[in-house]
């Protein structure tokens, strides 16, 4: 089964940057193919924020394209979501999770995506 979990959320101030990281593990014989951040705010639905497959392909949502990057530490089985220019649209739970597709099925596809840790805390404030 798919372990995560999610470290890294806090508090800042618009413009703020912040680093979430996800620590993983899973069986080798149903090794995921991408893994991807996603996040859910007070009343809307969860959306993907970025992912990236095992070739390194990287998707990212057009909200935070310019902002955000999504990088993969194998050798710490981590992955992080680089935030940067934090604006309080950004304020919500934020949920890392592994995927079966390719980069931007794996960053669409919400509902397809399997493991969800505990989340963690972005609050940004103007």
């Known amino acids: 089964q798919v372990q995560l979990m999610e470290s890294g959320g806090g508090s800042v101030q618009s413009g703020g940057s912040l680093t979430l990281s996800c620590v993983y593990s899973?069986?080798?014989?149903?090794?995921?193919?991408?893994m991807g951040w996603y996040r859910q705010a007070p009343g809307k639905a969860r959306e993907g924020v970025a992912a990236?497959?095992?070739?390194?392909?990287?998707s990212i949502a057009d909200s935070v394209r310019e902002r955000f990057t999504i990088s993969q530490d194998n050798s710490k089985n981590t992955l992080y979501l680089h935030m940067n220019k934090l604006m309080p649209e950004d304020t919500a739970m934020y949920y890392c999770?592994?995927?079966?597709?390719?980069?931007?099925?794996?960053?669409?596809?919400?509902?397809?995506?399997?493991?969800w840790g505990q989340g963690t805390q972005v609050t940004v404030s103007s």
């Open positions: 990236i497959d095992n070739r390194g392909d990287r």
């Open positions: 999770a592994v995927h079966w597709g390719v980069a931007p099925y794996c960053l669409r596809r919400t509902t397809d995506a399997r493991g």
């Open positions: 899973f069986e080798t014989r149903n090794r995921p193919t991408c």
